[in-house]
């Protein structure tokens, strides 16, 4: 049931098959809500004993989310295929020649952090599927710039549960209801130019390059430092409640490449986390980086579970970013 958000689908003129794909997903993080909130309780937040293709621990809370999405995505018929960070491979589901649309989500991100009760997400992106004959989609389909992307957004489960997503225009917010409805919020997400905070993983300090360590510190050095004035730091080690803070409030959020990382280009996965996550910021009128090309929606796409540098948020904070060549 998803009343709010089907008026705002219809307002946004998207195709019947997007709307149809992005009310199953919001439908499918109803369900997921109700696990991750009571699931606890039944020993969901433990471990599975298996990896990902990331060579990440499962929960058995990542699995369920993903077997949900699976399960109710696949009903939406102009789906056509579907990708995620749980699984090598991706999923078709039907064979269209038309139009048609490719799903890619990151079930549960942060899912470090629900034996530690934090705040966790779903994050999902739609491309629209190449037009070709009636076939299996395949990895190639999947390759596309995030600036290709129809519609973008997560759900954030924490003391609410929200829904926040673009199809045009700029990010629009739904709290889940207690009858399981997405009631519009009211709220505008309008990133400030001038970063106030930022959201990094200082305990990688030694490990960033000279250029990346002393931008942190002009942070750090606040008022008695080169940018004169006073920053403050969060870091929930929990991308989709940082970035819904830099979508709520401003900001910068940074998860940049560092020495560990040797050839790979970040830690975070271009095509179902950076790429999301950058189109909603942008659209708020926030910028982005991924240390080389520009912005993030630019990055050219080589692999399914790809990672990327990502620096996000405040405009005037990612302009002096990328001015410092980072
Ligand atoms: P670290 C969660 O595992 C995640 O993928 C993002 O949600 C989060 O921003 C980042 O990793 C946290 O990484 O190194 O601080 O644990």
Redesign the pocket.
């Known amino acids: 049931m998803s009343t709010g958000l089907e008026a705002y689908l219809r307002e946004q003129g998207a195709p019947q098959s997007l709307s149809e794909l992005i009310l199953a997903t919001a439908d499918a993080c109803v369900e997921i809500a109700q696990l991750v909130r009571f699931g606890a309780a039944g020993d969901l937040a433990s471990a599975s004993g298996a990896e990902n293709v990331q060579g990440?621990v499962q929960k058995k809370l990542d699995i369920l989310a993903n077997d949900i999405l699976l399960r109710d995505c696949a009903k939406a018929a102009g789906l056509k295929a579907m990708a995620s960070e749980e699984m090598d491979d991706v999923v078709p589901v039907r064979d269209l020649d038309g139009e048609g649309w490719l799903l890619l989500f990151?079930p549960l991100?942060?899912?470090?952090?629900i034996d530690v009760n934090v705040s966790?997400?779903t994050i999902f992106s739609i491309l629209p599927a190449p037009r070709t004959e009636a076939r299996p989609a395949i990895e190639a389909d999947f390759l596309q710039t995030g600036r290709a992307q129809a519609a973008a957004g997560y759900v954030v489960y924490g003391p609410q549960t929200t829904l926040v997503l673009t199809v045009t225009g700029a990010p629009a917010v739904f709290t889940l209801a207690a009858d399981g409805s997405w009631t519009p919020s009211g709220a505008t997400m309008s990133i400030p130019a001038k970063a106030k905070e930022f959201?990094i993983?200082a305990?990688?300090h030694r490990h960033w390059s000279e250029p990346m360590r002393a931008h942190v510190e002009g942070w750090l050095a606040g008022a008695d430092g080169p940018r004169g004035r006073d920053f403050n730091m969060r870091?929930?080690?929990?991308?989709?409640?940082?970035?819904h803070r830099v979508l709520t409030r401003g900001g910068v959020?940074l998860?940049p490449w560092d020495k560990r990382m040797g050839e790979k280009a970040g830690?975070?996965?271009l095509l179902y986390?950076a790429n999301p996550m950058t189109l909603l910021v942008e659209r708020a009128g926030g910028a982005s980086f991924d240390g080389k090309n520009g912005s993030i929606l630019d990055t050219p796409v080589t692999g399914l579970h790809q990672r990327v540098s990502v620096m996000l948020g405040a405009s005037e904070e990612i302009a002096i970013l990328i001015e410092a060549g980072l």
């Open positions: 990440e990151d991100d942060g899912s470090s952090n966790i997400g959201a993983n305990s990688n870091w929930i080690a929990s991308m989709v409640a940082d970035v959020f998860y830690k975070l996965r986390e």
